[in-house]
């Protein structure tokens, strides 16, 4: 015998459930637009991979142009 009636607390669980669910997504919409901005901005910087890259050090004081 299944019950036909939803009860008066079942409403309130979907609509806090709705609300939870919501702010979920939206936290995981934020953090997918930040993380698709930072790797949009890596093309013009130079990542670090642990090589030293001669481009990337300031001229010393003195140091020709070359």
Known sequence: MAMKT???LHKRRFSRNMGVGL????FVVII???TVVKV???G???GFDHVVRPELIA???GEADK
Do not use: D, R, S
Request: hydrophobic share 40%.
């Open 59 to 61: 001229p010393q004081e």
């Open 40 to 42: 949009k901005q890596l």
């Open 6 to 8: 939803e009860h008066e």
């Open 44 to 46: 013009a910087i130079q």
């Open 32 to 34: 997918f637009g930040l």
């Open 23 to 26: 702010l979920l997504v939206g």
